[in-house]
């Protein structure tokens, strides 16, 4: 059981004040799965809580196990070298053969990026996902040559059968990306809502309207158990509707008299839309910069989500045969990431863009939490090149998602859950969203705040947090290469903020060295006094400290067994080395020693793990 339960609980009753809790009778009348009391279902979230990203649900009753969603989240900057974060797959992989399908909410990389690996350690027999999250998860699958997995696309309410024990229906909702649906999930122990991830847009860009009925309807017959995003939970009122941002769009867009940039997230198709739509009103050029946003462009186009003329978009190696005052160029990189387009553009890297005085950049977007300082040096380095960057709240370039407080609310009230479960959202996000529960009425013994691992058991309507399953996370330095572990991440880390020690020692058969030591040294901020030549000798002299201490050991004079020797002679050269300087510069560096036989046998530990 998470150890946070009661603490949460004690948190939520005492932020509370009077809470008058609801009585409710649940009916399933339109459920077409048998209610049976007697039937367990586990919900267990992998990833989601206590964090952005990585969102996968596992959702088990008896032999049946049903995923939704299966994500990753982006590294934060203490993960050096790390591309993405995966959650870990343990339970899953132990329970592979209960696994009877998949059902993706919407296209978002932090809801479907893990995907792929996950399908290189275990089989999914069907994975349902809506319209553009189909089209995304069909070429990932084609570029990781994953051939005869079933897809199958779903649109609104559309109900799926998912084993014996799950039947599930698609409720369109809205959200930052098209084709983006709340789950109503009936099962024997009692009926389930998923947000999925949402806010209510009452005025959307694409005329594709939240399906309130459907929710309505469930909230008549009763919900069991709420599973609701958490992401906007401390804001309060409404999240502006996505056409709030075509104003100041439309007039950057009209009025620039140099080259305009404009990022924004690649899955945010309607607002790259947005600029495809305005640029040709203006009757501007456009060319796109990214991999995402260009697949994305490609694949929204395919399906109809964009329509614009065949000779709209600019070729990159042909756009300084565009006038700058007659060019827009969509680029991703709105979270600073280090390799995407409008980064090496801002580092004056870029092979086909050079940022001039007085050219624009539009950041419709928002940091995600953890890339704050990545955005900021990104911006830096844009006004550093003389560029005009127009982002932040103040200028309406840029609306969430993701439903507020109010929002949240409505659907709680649309759905009058006898339980609730935030998610999505760090820990704080969880425990205020659990607090707008209780001003709805929800009962605060029934609301569930919990850790990603923790499972949800429910039975007959009622719902406890029965155990605790293995959960964490994969870090993956490329795809293709493979997993870090955390012995590696402190490697790196210590490489980055004190430098690196290589010592080489060869010694024979009596313990001596047969040569000097070898020192090599990285990245090391020598003690005060020290030059590169005076540090290594000292280092070397710690090491012949280390060989006169042990050779005392010795008992015949002769080293008896090479390996125990050298992993003493190992710890002892490295404690002699980090006292050194800790008393002199107080730095750690990564320390790696080796010891060597004359017979070439060798032996090497990596100090200050």
Known sequence: MSKLTNQTRRILKSSSGEVKAVTKTVRHESSEIEYDPTKKVKVISL???????????????????????????????DMIGVDIVLPRLNYIVENKDKIRAMIVTHGHEDHIGGIVPMLRELHIPIIYAPGLAYALVQNKLREANIVNQKLVWTKSR????????????????????????????????????????????????????????????????????????????????????????????????????????????????????????????????VTVFGRSMINLANISRELGYISIPDNFIVKQEEINKIPPEDLVILTTGSQGEQFAALSRIARGEHKYVKIQPGD????????????????????????????????????????????????????INLCNPVNFMPCHGEYRMLLKHGETGMKCGVDPDKIFVMDNGDVLEMQDGKCKVQDRVDAGILLIDNDNVGRLDDDIILERRMILSDGFILVIANINAYGKFCVKPEVETKGILLPNGYDEHTFRKELIELCKKAEEAMEATLEGGTVKNFEKYSVKLQGLISHNIYSFLDNSARRYPLLEVMVLSNSGAVSASVAGL
């Open 47 to 77: 990833g989601g809580l206590f964090e952005i990203g990585k969102n996968t649900w596992v959702f088990e009753c008896g032999d049946d196990i049903m995923l939704v969603d299966a994500g990753l989240a982006f590294p934060t900057t």
């Open 360 to 411: 624009q950049v539009l950041i419709s977007a928002s940091p995600i939490p953890g890339n704050e300082k990545s955005v900021n040096n990104l911006i830096n380095n844009l006004f550093a090149r003389g560029a005009d960057v127009i982002y932040g709240k103040e200028h309406v370039i840029h609306v969430s998602g993701h439903a507020s407080q109010d929002e949240q609310k409505m659907l």
């Open 158 to 285: 559309d109900k799926v059968q998912v084993g014996q024990y799950f039947s599930v229906q698609y409720v369109r909702n809205n959200h930052s990306i098209a084709d983006s649906f709340c789950l109503i999930i009936d099962t024997p122990a009692g009926r389930i809502v998923h947000s999925g991830d949402f806010k209510f847009d009452h005025s959307p860009v694409e005329n594709q309207y939240f399906d309130i009925r459907s929710l309505a309807r469930v909230g008549e017959e009763g919900v069991d158990l709420l599973i609701s995003d958490s992401t906007n939970a401390e804001r309060a009122g409404y999240t502006p509707s996505e056409k709030a941002v075509i104003p100041k769009i439309k007039e950057l867009i009209f009025n620039s008299n140099k080259k305009l940039l404009i990022t924004t997230f690649a899955s945010q198709v309607s607002r790259v839309k947005l600029v495809l739509q305005l640029a040709l009103q203006a009757n501007k050029k």
